[in-house]
């Protein structure tokens, strides 16, 4: 089990000792085994499984700059990317959906635009107390670059958990920030993917709810959608079979 599983000739001692018991874990998923009915030493391994998971997070909680974002503090994508793999694999074995917001800032070219990008930071700073302020300390929570913002809820707790979140965030940054003794009022577009069955690696479920983000933008901002998968589905089986530029009015567009 403990070995160089991903390949690149080094031994990882989070992500080639993980994934080996990954293996281990599906593997007994798949015999139709729970965590009860499991001997005392299977038990253990699974349990170490989920230690060095939070071993990991521990070690990125550290905020290296490979793995952080400078300005907000949050996670950047290589930091959320590799914590989210681990994430969606852990729920997976549990049987648990998980939850993916997306965020986007509405206008925030307007922002660096007029009161200079050391503003801008400050606000997307500003943005990332108030966002990690809404979720808990499970969550993982990342700012992939620019003015967008990702966090991964650990567990969905009802199909209506997402909006309530997401009205959460919305509220949150309707207060105003100070730049330059001026009050400034933004909002964001939020789209939000949910399952665990559905999506094989983070990049995926990220795919949906950016999807679902740029429909939000397209009514406007300041508002949420959550990805549809039947209804993108037709969407893009319809721009396939479309004439000419394969374009549809944005009421009819994937998301």
């Given at each position: ?94 049987g ?9 800032l ?19 700073a500003d ?64 789209g ?20 679902a ?11 949420t ?31």
């Amino acid at each position: 089990v403990f070995e160089d599983t991903n390949g690149d000739g080094f031994f990882d001692k989070h992500t080639d000792v993980i994934t080996g018991l990954n293996i281990a874990s599906a593997a007994l998923h798949g015999a139709g085994l729970v965590h009860r009915e499991l001997p005392p030493k299977l038990r253990q391994l699974l349990s170490l499984r989920a230690s060095l998971y939070a071993a990991a997070r521990a070690d990125l909680e550290g905020r290296s700059p490979s793995t952080h974002d400078e300005v907000t503090g949050l996670y950047n994508r290589r930091g959320f990317l590799t914590l989210a793999e681990q994430h969606l694999k852990l729920a997976e074995r549990a049987g648990r959906n998980v939850l993916l917001i997306f965020a986007d800032l509405d206008d925030f070219k307007d922002i660096n635009d007029r009161y200079g990008h050391q503003e801008g930071d400050r606000a997307l700073a500003d943005t990332a107390r108030v966002i990690r302020h809404v979720f808990r300390d499970s969550d993982i929570v990342a700012r992939l670059g620019g003015d967008e913002f990702v966090v991964l809820v650990e567990e969905m707790q009802s199909p209506g958990h997402g909006i309530r979140v997401a009205e959460r965030v919305h509220e949150s940054l309707s207060r105003s920030f100070d730049l330059e003794g001026e009050e400034v009022y933004t909002t964001c577009s939020i789209g939000i993917a949910a399952g665990v069955e559905e999506y094989s690696n983070p990049e995926e479920i990220l795919r949906d709810a950016d999807i679902a983000m740029y429909r939000s933008k397209a009514r406007g901002g300041g508002c949420t959608t959550v990805f549809d998968r039947g209804r993108h589905g037709r969407a893009v089986s319809r721009i396939r079979e479309a004439p000419g530029d394969g374009a549809f009015p944005p009421d009819e567009s994937p998301g």
